[in-house]
């Protein structure tokens, strides 16, 4: 089971970018996914969530309207797509799943850095 994120980067105060999470070794399109980020000295917090069917979506209050969690069960993956960026979006952002309902899987995590 792994998960490798990407998209990753540097960019200005109300820019964009979008992540992408590509999955393999499992039945990807079984399974709900999750991103989540941390940033320097806080504790890793859930960003947005996303059903197996992609039929329904959740998302941290401080993401609301500006991100947006998909996925293509065609490809295995799944994607962020990150609005209107603030520097406190600044952190590494990790995919996640939970393998079997019960062992978190993490990708390598992907730096989003948000800064003039």
């Known amino acids: 089971v792994q998960l490798v994120e990407s998209g990753g980067g540097l960019v200005q105060p109300g820019g964009s970018l979008r992540l992408s999470c590509v999955a393999s070794?499992?039945?990807?399109?079984?399974?709900?996914m999750t991103w989540y980020r941390q940033a320097p000295g806080k504790e890793r917090e859930l960003v947005a969530a996303?059903?197996?069917?992609?039929?329904?979506?959740n998302y941290a209050d401080s993401v609301k309207g500006r991100f947006t969690i998909s996925r293509d069960n065609a490809k295995n993956t799944v994607y962020l797509q990150m609005n209107s960026l603030k520097p406190e979006d600044t952190a590494v952002y990790y995919c996640n799943v939970r393998y079997l309902f019960k062992y978190d899987v993490w990708g390598q995590g992907t730096q989003v850095t948000v800064s003039s």
């Open positions: 070794g499992f039945t990807f399109s079984t399974y709900g």
């Open positions: 996303i059903t197996s069917a992609g039929g329904s979506t």
